[in-house]
């Protein structure tokens, strides 16, 4: 037990270096205490990061959702399992008891396997944050259906891209979505990315917002009706710790977006250890994270995490600022949150509004506040721990990704000294280190270089779905025998880390992850765009904008550049989805190169973030001269 919820800094240490120590009896005694197994495994881990192959808890069967709602029937079975706060304030809030909770992913994986779903098959999940959602994640789970949750803001061409690259059977989704004062068509959405979807047999619409939409005879049909003639029971299939539980995509910096693909066992035990320590979670806490179950951190840490500790989740339909910016503080003083989980980019965005919309609700229920996403610069740390926190519920800064699977580099609550903008320290099991351009690691304290780690733990991605080449490419191949994070990060002088930011061309805007390529490439379908490179700057609120450079073809010269500006970010809407669109473009006659044809990005982001000043050795370039246009023409 001892291993399992940390409570001094000297046990964080003990715990840790048996972490590293003796990973495998580490991790089989965290999995044996505190998880139901239909079988055990027959060996903790094995693995080869030159393959890659990874496996943990080899031969063991379970089924998640045994973990996640059945266990807790017995002793919780009334406690309120998912919390749903509607986007409209004045319509009421949802209490999902762990019983309610077991009938309803029951009745829903009764339907998925009366459509046809079964073990294996992958399941695409497009709905708002309605409780509909977390159900259908479960209800696949329950089957052994392998779901693929695209977040509900992308475009029709993205969802299909997602929909086809996974060969998804059926689509679950909704007549709409309410999204502060306006209502989303999403199915009119599935509709249009069903066009170009050969493999989809059916479609599951959950009523949200009434709409009328349209229904295609023979593949779509009304979700409740379904539920309503199903059974509650259903028995969990019963998986192998090493099968797939869901793939979720996530942005590259070149091609198309990398299926994840995360597996049962490991991905149950990390999440489950790493909420009940990053959150000190306890049993009569109210737990939430203002994440879209569209992204890793609502699939790790708004269901299965808290759910596998029989925790009480919020799940929070609407937005920061509607109908104002104080939403999120009515929230936590309605349900007496104690903790609450965060984006730097949120916190940015209220922290710029009058501090009346903080100060006028009750927040002492809380005693962890956290953040995740992007790094959270220390202005912005300052007013989080100031104001929300007010300086006694310790701030966890948790850096991770979707590949992670879980928390990697976080402090422990009342465990670990905080400082600002540090994430600090890595979390048991995790083995983090600091390589040079070269390949050498750097050792010692008040370094920096790029993120590795060194050594497996539970959640880590097994493969890109379909491309396993491209995850040795990808992650295990900058550094030999090492995962490679593709973030900068330095160590202070104490060991702790911070991260510094992406060192490849993947850009964080708002927290979400967005690859330079499928983005250029989208500008240039415009037929009057020749070329374009698109780059990051800073912005107060949204952590990096998107800059882009783009030169136009013959037929696009004279052609009025605020219009082209509004088709670029218009086709950019279409292919990916509007948190894509560029804050600044700028039309330039060519792009600086090096000789060999490559664009010189490096000199396009110094230029866009006005730092003209050390561009470096330009003569070598193919065309310096456009440098010096670019400046010259940069409003
Ligand atoms: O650059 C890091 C940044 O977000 C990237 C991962 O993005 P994604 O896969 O979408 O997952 C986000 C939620 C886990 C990382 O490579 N990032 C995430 N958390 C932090 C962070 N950067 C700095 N500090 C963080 N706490």
């Known amino acids: 037990m001892s291993n399992y919820h940390i409570k001094h800094l000297e046990e964080y240490f003990k715990v840790y270096r048996k972490s590293v120590r003796e990973p495998e009896n580490f991790w089989g005694e965290i999995a044996e205490e ?91 999940i497009y709905l708002p944050m309605i409780p509909e959602l977390a159900i259908s994640l479960l209800a696949c789970a329950r ?193 007496k949150i104690t903790q609450f989980y965060t984006a730097p980019t949120a916190i940015r965005a209220l922290a710029k509004e009058n501090l009346d919309h903080v100060d006028r609700y009750d927040l002492s229920s809380l005693k962890v506040i956290g953040s995740v996403g992007e790094p959270i610069n220390e202005e912005a740390w300052h007013w989080y721990n100031d104001n929300v926190g007010k300086k006694n519920s310790p701030l966890v800064d948790t850096w991770w990704q979707t590949e992670t699977g879980g928390i990697m580099l976080s402090p422990i609550p009342y465990v670990t000294p ?53 995850y040795k490419d990808t992650y295990f191949s900058a550094y030999e025998n090492l995962y490679f994070t593709g973030d900068g990060a330095l160590r202070d002088t104490v060991g702790y880390y911070r991260i510094t930011g992406r060192v490849d061309d993947v850009i964080i805007v708002s927290g979400h992850n967005l690859g330079t390529a499928p983005i250029e490439d989208a500008i240039n379908e415009h037929p009057a765009v020749a070329e374009s490179a698109i780059v990051g700057f800073p912005h107060d609120v949204k952590g990096n904008a998107l800059y882009g450079y783009v030169t136009l073809k013959e037929s696009g010269e004279g052609r009025d550049h605020d219009n082209l500006r509004k088709e670029i970010n218009q086709i950019i809407t279409e292919h990916i989805g509007p948190i894509a669109k560029l804050d600044k473009i700028q039309f330039t006659s060519g792009l600086p190169k090096t000789r060999s044809g490559k664009i010189m990005r490096r000199i396009l982001r110094k230029i866009a973030c006005n730092e003209i000043d050390n561009l470096g050795d330009i003569s070598t370039l193919l065309n310096p001269e456009v440098v010096e246009e670019i400046i010259n023409t940069k409003k």
């Not at 047999?201 to 409740?224: C, F, H, P």
């Not at 991905?267 to 979670?281: G, L, P, W």
């Not at 304290?445 to 491309?467: E, F, N």
Request: proline residues 5%.
């Open 34 to 124: 505190h998880f139901v197994w239909r079988k055990h495994w027959d060996k903790v881990l094995s693995w080869d990061f030159k393959k890659p192959e990874i496996k943990w808890y080899e031969g063991a069967k379970l089924n998640i959702t045994e973990n996640c709602i059945d266990r807790h029937l017995f002793t919780n079975g009334d406690k309120t399992a998912i919390l749903f706060e509607p986007n409209d304030p004045n319509e009421a809030a949802e209490h999902i008891s762990y019983k309610e909770l077991y009938q309803r992913v029951n009745q829903f994986a009764n339907v998925l396997k009366d459509n046809g779903i079964s073990k294996g098959d992958r399941v695409c």
């Open 143 to 335: 089957i052994g259906a392998i779901h693929s949750v695209v977040f509900a803001g992308f475009s029709a061409t993205a969802l299909s891209t997602r929909i086809n690259d996974s060969e998804c059977k059926m689509v679950i989704t909704s007549d709409g979505s309410f999204r502060g004062a306006k209502t989303i068509d999403l199915k009119g959405i599935v509709d249009e990315a069903l066009e170009s979807t050969p493999c989809v047999e059916s479609v599951l619409v959950a009523k949200r917002i009434n709409s009328n939409v349209n229904m295609k005879e023979g593949r779509d049909q009304w979700l409740q009706a379904l539920l309503d003639k199903a059974s509650t029971e259903c028995a969990p299939e019963i998986m192998d710790a090493e099968d797939p539980l869901f793939i979720l995509y996530t942005s590259g910096s070149t091609g198309k977006p990398k299926g994840m693909v995360h597996t049962t066992g490991g991905y149950m035990v990390y999440t489950a250890y790493t909420f009940k320590n990053v959150f000190n979670y306890r049993h009569n806490d109210v737990y939430w994270c203002t994440a879209d179950i569209g992204w890793i951190t609502g699939h790790s840490y708004i269901v299965y995490g808290p759910l596998a500790n029989g925790a009480t989740t919020v799940m929070f339909e609407g937005v920061p600022n509607y109908p104002d910016y104080g939403r999120f503080w009515e929230i936590v003083e309605k349900h």
């Open 418 to 470: 905080t400082i600002p903008t540090y994430a600090t320290l890595p979390l048991p099991g995790v083995q983090p280190c600091l390589m040079d351009e070269k390949g050498n690691e750097i050792e010692g304290k008040q370094v920096d270089g790029r993120l590795c780690i060194k050594y497996p733990w539970p959640s880590i991605a097994r493969t890109i779905w379909g491309d396993h080449q491209r």
